[in-house]
């Protein structure tokens, strides 16, 4: 039910806005697969992006923000997720 949705995404959308990203994950992970709004999915892909990143989980982060730039091309999140991309690959190069 979609209110139902809507509870699990805000509880989500607040534990991430609380820097709990481990217990955000999972929220956002459902609310990604049910999709309850077309214009949140992009804010939606690039939060569970992040919340791969603050894990240390650097190739699903990664497969997430390339979801925003790849099927949200006009968002106002692909900057940012091309940044933590770069971020990303750049400290992977710098602890090589």
């Not at 990664?62 to 690959?89: C, G, L, T, W």
Request: net charge positive; proline share 5%.
């Amino acid at each position: 039910n979609k209110n139902n949705i809507w509870n699990i995404y805000n509880e989500g959308n607040s534990l991430y806005k609380q820097g709990k990203y481990g217990e955000a994950l999972p929220k956002l992970k459902i609310a990604y697969e049910v999709k309850p709004d077309p214009d949140l999915m992009p804010w939606i892909t690039y939060q569970i992006g992040n919340c791969y990143k603050e894990a240390n989980d650097h190739a699903k982060a990664i497969e997430f923000f390339q979801r925003v730039k790849d099927n949200y091309p006009n968002s106002q999140y692909v900057s940012s997720a091309e940044r933590m991309i770069n971020q990303i690959e750049s400290n992977k190069a710098n602890r090589e």
